[in-house]
């Protein structure tokens, strides 16, 4: 169900309001969600609707899932964090995993973004070219 271009605007303003020092305040988007459910202005089922679409969009692409064909030491790991908090310009959740098929390298998928570096898919993209 798509929603009218105010309730669109009026979500965004909502969750504009809800970050503090450029982080999502998870606090606030409840006091946010709270206040419209109490207020019920006209189209607020709309304006909920954009407001969780925008929170999922928001906690997505401050996840990431880092895939290695072997396990990275501490080191490594730390290196990985801190190169995807400057990319996202702030704390990023990570989680590790191993994936043998990937045969070296690593696969980094942040919410839709997926950053491939891995040998299996070079190979694959040197089979196609022959």
Same mark, same amino acid.
């Given at each position: 169900?798509?929603?009218?271009?105010?309730?669109?605007?009026?979500?965004?303003?909502?969750?504009?309001?809800?970050?503090? /020092?450029?982080?999502?305040?998870?606090? +606030?988007?409840?006091?946010?969600?709270?206040?419209?459910? /109490?207020?019920?202005?006209?189209?607020?089922?709309? !304006? *909920?609707?954009?407001?969780?679409? *925008?929170?999922?969009?928001?906690?997505?692409? +401050?996840?990431?899932?880092? /895939?290695?064909?072997?396990?990275? %030491?501490?080191?490594?790991?730390? %290196?990985?964090?801190?190169? *995807?908090?400057?990319?996202?310009?702030?704390?990023?959740?990570?989680?590790?995993? /191993? %994936?043998?098929?990937? !045969?070296?390298?690593?696969?980094?998928? !942040?919410?839709?973004?997926?950053?491939?570096?891995?040998?299996?898919?070079?190979?694959?993209? *040197?089979?196609?070219?022959?």
């Amino acid at each position: 169900m798509k929603g009218s271009k105010q309730s669109r605007r009026e979500a965004k303003q909502l969750f504009k309001s809800c970050h503090v /020092e450029g982080a999502l305040d998870e606090g +606030r988007v409840r006091q946010a969600v709270a206040l419209v459910v /109490e207020k019920k202005p006209r189209g607020y089922f709309g !304006i *909920l609707q954009e407001l969780q679409r *925008l929170v999922k969009l928001d906690v997505s692409s +401050r996840s990431a899932c880092v /895939e290695s064909a072997v396990a990275l %030491n501490d080191a490594q790991q730390h %290196n990985v964090r801190e190169s *995807l908090g400057r990319l996202k310009d702030g704390e990023v959740t990570v989680e590790f995993v /191993e %994936n043998a098929d990937l !045969i070296g390298g690593m696969r980094v998928k !942040i919410g839709d973004d997926v950053f491939d570096g891995s040998v299996k898919t070079r190979l694959a993209t *040197l089979s196609e070219s022959f």
